[in-house]
Nanobody, 126 residues
Framework: VQLQASGGGLVQAGDSLRLSCAAS????????VGWFRQAPGKEREFVAA????????NYGSSVKGRFTISRDNAKNTVYLQMNSLKPEDTAVYYC????????????????????WGQGTQVTVSS
C-alpha cells in the first residue's frame, strides 16, 4: 500500500488543521493506521492510531482532547483533525500503516508499522 500525507501548513496558535492520509494500491480498511510526528532533533512521536474493525482510537498524551483521528474507508483515507494547535505541535507529521488489527499496546511504536507516507509539515506560530 502507498500512503500520501497532506494538509499541513503554517498556522497560528489556537488554529485548526486537518491532515489526510490517502492510501492507494490496497483497500485501506484492513489496516491499522497511525499518525506520528517528528520535530528537528527529536525522535518520532506517537500521535494517534485507529485500528481496523473499529474500536476506540489511541492518542498520545500530548494531543489527547485536542486531536481526533478518523477514517473513511470508502475514500481510503484516514484523517487527523487537529484543534487548539500549540507551537509545540510543530513537526513533520507522518502516517504509517500496518495490515491487520494491531493490539493497543503496540500502536505507539513506529517500528510496528510497515508502510509510511512522505510526511507533511505543520508549523504553529505563537
Amino acid at each position: 500500500v502507498q500512503l500520501q500525507a497532506s494538509g499541513g501548513g503554517l498556522v497560528q496558535a489556537g488554529d485548526s488543521l486537518r491532515l489526510s492520509c490517502a492510501a492507494s494500491g490496497r483497500t485501506f480498511s484492513g489496516y491499522t493506521v497511525g499518525w506520528f510526528r517528528q520535530a528537528p532533533g527529536k525522535e518520532r512521536e506517537f500521535v494517534a492510531a485507529v485500528r481496523t474493525g473499529g474500536g476506540t482510537p489511541n492518542y498520545g498524551s500530548s494531543v489527547k482532547g485536542r486531536f481526533t483521528i478518523s477514517r473513511d474507508n470508502a475514500k481510503n483515507t484516514v484523517y487527523l483533525q487537529m484543534n487548539s494547535l500549540k507551537p509545540e505541535d510543530t513537526a513533520v507529521y507522518y502516517c504509517g500503516a500496518s495490515f491487520g488489527r494491531m493490539i493497543l499496546s503496540s500502536a505507539w511504536s513506529p517500528r510496528n508499522y510497515d508502510y509510511w507516507g512522505q510526511g507533511t509539515q505543520v508549523t504553529v506560530s505563537s
